[in-house]
């Protein structure tokens, strides 16, 4: 199978991952306090600063119709490469994903006082027009806000897209560094590019002073469907 070729929260989706079979074994730890997630700011759940850095088991499955289920999970990272504040009170942070220790790919990501925005994915970038956020503040829980734009589709290339995100209340989430406390992010909707159209729904948790700790993904399109989990394995904030 091929390596992996985009990657985003708001778009991860129907690409390959190398082979390889891994078991979900969540390590127990006490029992976080929920309700510090919900009190939290945007650069506190989306910590920027140069040296950051996150670590993450990918598990994927893919079914394509008139072939065998693939499945496979692989090591990736990301990596806070430079920070820099394009306008007052807005902090923008450059990603580098890797994978198996590789470089693969950038991501561009912004923090302020009305949210956690992302800018634009790939070293050759697409660009979220508007940029998308995916966690809006002042946090209202259980209220519905809209994204329609342009930006990577969970088919990895350029596209269109019209999706409902919600915030939740703080409730603990396994990862393989055990359990924590995170806010709970829910987006669904449907996506366009020249590869196809289909759907897609996504479950985010991200925890206070850490970030993303998990993501669950399920994208369907015509002929295909797969099912991705992202589980935080560990991490470094300055």
């Given at each position: 199978m091929n390596d992996i070729l985009k990657i985003s929260?708001?778009?991860l989706g129907l690409v390959?991952?190398?082979?390889?079979?891994?078991?979900?074994?969540?390590?127990p730890i006490k029992e976080p306090k929920?309700?510090?997630?919900?009190?939290?700011?945007?650069?506190?759940?989306?910590?920027?600063?140069?040296?950051?850095?996150?670590?993450?088991?990918?598990?994927i499955t893919r079914e394509i119709d008139g072939k065998e289920p693939e499945s496979g999970t692989v090591e990736i990272g990301y990596e806070v490469k430079s920070v820099s504040n394009p306008s007052p009170g807005v902090t923008r942070g450059v990603l580098v994903m890797s994978e198996e220790g590789k470089e693969k790919d950038e991501q561009v990501w912004e923090v302020d006082s009305t949210g956690v925005h992302q800018v634009s994915v790939?070293?050759?970038?697409?660009?979220?027009?508007?940029?998308?956020?995916?966690?809006k503040f002042p946090?209202?829980?259980?209220?519905?806000y809209d994204y329609k734009g342009t930006g990577i589709t969970p088919l990895g290339e350029a596209g269109s897209m019209d999706y409902k995100f919600a915030t939740h209340d703080s409730q603990p989430v396994d990862t393989d560094s055990g359990r924590m406390s995170?806010?709970?992010?829910?987006?669904?909707?449907s996506f366009k590019s020249p590869k196809g159209e289909g759907v897609v729904g996504n479950n985010s948790w991200f925890v206070p002073n850490v970030g993303l700790a998990r993501f669950k993904q399920v994208v369907s399109i015509k002929g295909a469907r797969s099912s991705l989990t992202l589980r935080l394995k560990s991490y470094t904030i300055k």
């Open positions: 929260v708001g778009a390959a991952v190398g082979c390889g079979k891994g078991e979900y074994k969540p390590v929920v309700e510090e997630a919900s009190k939290a700011t945007p650069e506190q759940l989306y910590p920027l600063k140069v040296g950051n850095k996150w670590n993450y088991a990918l598990e790939g070293k050759t970038p697409i660009v979220f027009s508007p940029k998308q956020t995916i966690i946090l209202k829980f259980d209220d519905v995170g806010l709970f992010i829910e987006s669904s909707g």
